[in-house]
Structure formats: structure tokens, C-alpha cells
């Protein structure tokens, strides 16, 4: 029988989290009425060192729920690690596992469908979201320059997809085996490999709480993921020293050619602001290659992603 895990990474989620437990609830009793999943199915919830209660409303409903698992991290290490927490938690305990951001934005609905093609062989099922129209204008425009940036550079995912998704324990574990620091996992789950499908759905309005992605969060997010899965940035700005290498023979030979013709010297403007765009254009650069340099060190260190600091697991 399918022993499930459903994994959900909370970060200061107490406005949202009562209804969610709820809606989580009822989506395993109706699974296992539908004989879908086994008895010692779960729902973990891994608390990402929040400020707010959350880890008093996890314990709580494991207190009340015996299906309600909690996994304490000592401190705010991220949505990718807190994921990550849960699923090497879940790692040959668990046959499968669904992982779904704890402001159930993503329709738990189609989790059932999920199941049906892992029952038909799938290893990984990706919930796209074919419908955004929830989504405010800006956040939808930016992940849309976010997934084009990221196919230009050769950094492979799935459009629209975000970490709604399920995993077998056989995609678990591959996954698992990609031990760098800096993770970014739906760039990494679309290179194992395993056999894989789509279930697509339409995504909700956040119902409580505030986003955990502020824009800078989002930047920033997506300066990790794109330099995390592709070194091409830096193969780009090799390409445009070139460029700006036969640029400058061709302003030389302009020069050169004025010079004899007007026995005329061209003026300091054009000169300064030359100074400051390739000054610009160097100090980019050096930040660019600056990025990798900084992940190398991070990876060189191999530090433990996250502390956990307190387990609530399954009792009778
Ligand atoms: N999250 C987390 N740690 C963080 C930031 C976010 O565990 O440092 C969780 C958060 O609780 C939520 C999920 O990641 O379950 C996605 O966050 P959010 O819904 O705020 O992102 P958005 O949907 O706005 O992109
Ligand atoms: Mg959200």
C-alpha cells in the first residue's frame, strides 16, 4: 500500500496554518476512504525557525492527531532547506511523498491525481499551475522573465512549477544524493531523471498571512537558482569583454581616421564616460564571477543545511 508523507515547510504561517491542517486532514481521510494511501500515511510539518506560533499550533495538532508529524529546524534556513529537512526525514520511511507551500495556494485537489500516476509508474508528478490570473500582475510577470532567464541560460525546469510536486522514495533518494549547500530543487528534480508527468491546476489567492518572498527575497532567490544550475553568466561576460575589446578598435580607428582629417582632438566627455561604463562594466563583472567564487567557498566548507532540534513523529 502507498505510505504517503505530506511535507509542509511554515515560516511565520500562523495566520494560515489552523485552516490548512484542516484542509490537509481532509484531504487524507478522504484518500484513505478512497483507499488511495495506507492507515500510516502523514502530514509533516517542518517548522522553518519561525518568530511567530507556529511551532505551538504543530504541536498542538499533533497532540490532538496522531497522523500529524512536526520537525523543529533550529533556525531560518529557507524554503529549499526546510523542504529538503522533510524529505530526509521522509527517506525510506515513506513510499512517496508530496511536498505543498503551507498557504495552500496550490490546489490540494489534484494530490488524488498525483497518486494515480505514481500508481501508473510515474516518479515525479509536477503540479503546474496553468493559471495565474491570482497571482498579482507584477509576481506573474516577473516569474515569467524568471522562467525565460532561466531556459536562456540552460538551467532546465519546468514552467510554472514551484514545489508543489510528488516524489517516490526511489526520487527521493536520488535526489538526496545531490549534497551541495546551495540547493535549488526544481532545478536538480528535473535532472534525475526518473520518469515523470504533470498534473495542472489553478492557483489560489494566498487566504492568510503575508508572502515569505518580499522582492529582494525574490531576486535573490532567483540569482541562486540561475548560478546554482548554469555557469553561462560567466561564459557571457567573456563574450562581452570581446565585444567591448572590438568596440574599442573600431572607436580607435574612428579617431585615428578624425584625427587626420581635422587635426582635432576629440573631447574629455567622450573619454569620461567611457572610463565609467567599462568601470561599470568591470565591477559587474568581477561581482558575476564574484557569485560563483562565493559558492565555491560555501560548498568547500560543507556545512549540515539545517539543525533540527526537536522531532514530534507518529504514535498510536
Ligand atoms: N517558507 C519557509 N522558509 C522561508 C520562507 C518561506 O519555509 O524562509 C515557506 C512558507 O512558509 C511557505 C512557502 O515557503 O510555506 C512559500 O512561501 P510563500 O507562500 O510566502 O511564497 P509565495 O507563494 O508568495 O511565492
Ligand atoms: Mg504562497
Redesign the pocket.
Known amino acids: 500500500m502507498n505510505k504517503l508523507l505530506i511535507i509542509?515547510?511554515?515560516?511565520n504561517?500562523q495566520e494560515v496554518l489552523p485552516s490548512t491542517i484542516e484542509k490537509l486532514s481532509g484531504v487524507m481521510n478522504d484518500l484513505l476512504q478512497k483507499d488511495k494511501i495506507s492507515r500510516n500515511s502523514g502530514i509533516l510539518l517542518v517548522n522553518?525557525g519561525s518568530r511567530d506560533k507556529t511551532w505551538e499550533i504543530i504541536s498542538d495538532a499533533h497532540s490532538k492527531t496522531n497522523y500529524i508529524y512536526g520537525l523543529d529546524l533550529g533556525a531560518?534556513v529557507?524554503?529549499q532547506n526546510?523542504l529538503l529537512a522533510g524529505l530526509e526525514y521522509a527517506k525510506d520511511k515513506f513510499d512517496l511523498t508530496v511536498t505543498i507551500?503551507?498557504?495552500l495556494?496550490d490546489d490540494v485537489s489534484v494530490i488524488e491525481t498525483m497518486i494515480d500516476k505514481y500508481n501508473g509508474g510515474a516518479h515525479i508528478v509536477y503540479g503546474v499551475r496553468n493559471d495565474r490570473k491570482n497571482d498579482s500582475a507584477f509576481k506573474r510577470s516577473t516569474a515569467k522573465l524568471f522562467y525565460k532567464i532561466m531556459n536562456m541560460l540552460g538551467a532546465k525546469t519546468v514552467d510554472n512549477h514551484a514545489d508543489f510536486r510528488l516524489l517516490s522514495n526511489t526520487a527521493v533518494t536520488e535526489l538526496l544524493k545531490y549534497s551541495e549547500r546551495n540547493i535549488f530543487l526544481r532545478g536538480i528534480v528535473a535532472k534525475i531523471g526518473l520518469k515523470s508527468d504533470c498534473v495542472y491546476y489553478s492557483r489560489f489567492k494566498?487566504t492568510a498571512g503575508v508572502?515569505?518572498?518580499p522582492l529582494k527575497k525574490m531576486i535573490s532567490f532567483a540569482v541562486e537558482g540561475i548560478t546554482s544550475l548554469s555557469i553561462k553568466p560567466i561564459k557571457l561576460i567573456m563574450l562581452l569583454g570581446l565585444l567591448i575589446i572590438f568596440c574599442s578598435i573600431l572607436a580607435f580607428i574612428y579617431v585615428l581616421i578624425s584625427y587626420f582629417l581635422t587635426e582635432t582632438n576629440p573631447g574629455w566627455a567622450s573619454l569620461m564616460i567611457s572610463i565609467w561604463f567599462l568601470g561599470g562594466v568591470q565591477l559587474f563583472s568581477v561581482g558575476v564571477v564574484g557569485q560563483y567564487v562565493g559558492k565555491t567557498y560555501i560548498e568547500t566548507k560543507k556545512r549540515p543545511r539545517y539543525t533540527v532540534s526537536q522531532i514530534l513523529e507518529y504514535k498510536d
Do not use: F, I, M
Open positions: 509542509v515547510p511554515c515560516y504561517e522553518d531560518n529557507g524554503h526546510a507551500d503551507a498557504d495556494q494566498r508572502t515569505k518572498y
